[in-house]
């Protein structure tokens, strides 16, 4: 049997103060435990950072391990992905933009759709 698909989701963080919060507890509540976090502050002004930083701190620090915080300067989204690309460990990478929010299922359903069909 192969071994069970690891996930990179990277994450570009830039103005998203209002939904940072919601979307970070929606990723890194993921029931599947074989993901790497990259989050990539493209220079974000507000206090983006600052909320997910806090999160991880008072909620998520059992994953610390699994969680990178890249800085950068502001160059843009697609900048920021690849920037975020570098750091992917992952079998399989996911790009996640930082205003939405996920199923805390997701990932689990994706690895067993790959592992069903040998993606």
């Not at 993921?30 to 008072?58: H, R």
């Not at 909620?59 to 992905?81: E, M």
């Not at 690849?82 to 939405?100: I, P, Q, R």
Request: glycine share 6%; net charge negative; charged share 25%.
């Amino acid at each position: 049997m192969a071994a069970r698909p690891s996930f990179s989701v990277v994450v570009p963080i830039y103005g998203v103060e209002p939904y940072i919060r919601r979307f970070a507890e929606s990723l890194l509540g993921q029931t599947y435990d074989k993901v790497q976090f990259v989050f990539v502050n493209d220079g974000t002004k507000d206090a983006s950072i600052e909320v997910l930083s806090s999160l991880i701190d008072e909620k998520f620090s059992h994953l610390k391990d699994r969680i990178v915080i890249v800085n950068k300067v502001n160059q843009g989204l697609p900048a920021a992905r690849k920037t975020g690309m570098d750091y992917a460990e992952g079998d399989y990478v996911l790009h996640v933009d930082s205003d939405d929010w996920l199923d805390c299922t997701l990932l689990e359903k994706l690895a067993a759709k790959i592992e069903e069909t040998g993606s």
